[in-house]
T-cell receptor, first 113, second 114 residues
Framework: DAGVIQSPRHEVTEMGQEVTLRCKPISGHDYLFWYRQTMMRGLELLIYFNNNVPIDDSGMPEDRFSAKMPNASFSTLKIQPSEPRDSAVYFC???????????FGPGTRLLVL | SQQGEEDPQALSIQEGENATMNCSYKTSINNLQWYRQNSGRGLVHLILIRSNEREKHSGRLRVTLDTSKKSSSLLITASRAADTASYFCATLRRGSGNTGKLIFGQGTTLQVKP
């Protein structure tokens, strides 16, 4: 079985540019999570969806961040405009309603210059 | 916003030795989970212990939970070089259903020297 797929794996961009991160959850999973990992703040949840509907977006830093899940097999996290402090590794994770553990993708390493 | 704290932050041992990592948390929990992260990779779930359990084993892993002290420990016995990774504890803040928001500790970086 394919795990959670994220693209791109690495992204280097300049301040002010729009960045779009993509995630494909494990087939059959109805929960999708976006996490961010930095040295300063560790791993923190940004937003999660259930059945494509955002449930908790309290971790989204500010209006520059937006996330969508147009269907059960695809989600995007967009940063517009990007800033150097957005540099981090962004993880997508998914799980099913019956499960308590989460399955993480390999992450997207973002560097904003 | 991190709930858990882990110690030590870094641990270096020789292959064959045991490694113990500790985690503390602040609020009541349904369960506590441990995850491993190899360098440059995503997190992988290792083991889950429920609030009504005190100890759980999985292969070379032993997890304990003390809800009165709001703490947990992960013991890796007979460590191997392949165990070199960062280890995170996480508590689950449930939404509707069995899952929800995972709140992670800062992690312990383990180095196992061959």
């Amino acid at each position: 079985d394919a795990g959670v797929i994220q693209s791109p794996r690495h992204e280097v961009t300049e301040m002010g540019q729009e960045v779009t991160l993509r995630c494909k959850p494990i087939s059959g999973h109805d929960y999708l999570f976006w996490y961010r990992q930095t040295m300063m703040r560790g791993l923190e949840l940004l937003i999660y969806f259930n059945n494509n509907v955002p449930i908790d977006d309290s971790g989204m830093p500010e209006d520059r961040f937006s996330a969508k899940m147009p269907n059960a097999s695809f989600s995007t996290l967009k940063i517009q405009p990007s800033e150097p402090r957005d540099s981090a590794v962004y993880f997508c994770a998914s799980t099913a309603t019956s499960q308590e553990t989460q399955y993480f993708g390999p992450g997207t390493r973002l560097l904003v210059l | 916003s991190q709930q858990g704290e882990e110690d030590p932050q870094a641990l270096s041992i020789q292959e064959g030795e045991n490694a113990t990592m500790n985690c503390s948390y602040k609020t009541s929990i349904n369960n506590l989970q441990w995850y491993r992260q190899n360098s440059g990779r995503g997190l992988v779930h290792l083991i889950l212990i429920r609030s009504n359990e005190r100890e759980k084993h999985s292969g070379r892993l032993r997890v304990t939970l003390d809800t009165s002290k709001k703490s947990s420990s992960l013991l890796i016995t007979a460590s191997r070089a392949a165990d070199t990774a960062s280890y995170f504890c996480a508590t689950l803040r449930r939404g509707s259903g069995n899952t929800g928001k995972l709140i992670f500790g800062q992690g312990t970086t383990l180095q196992v020297k061959p």
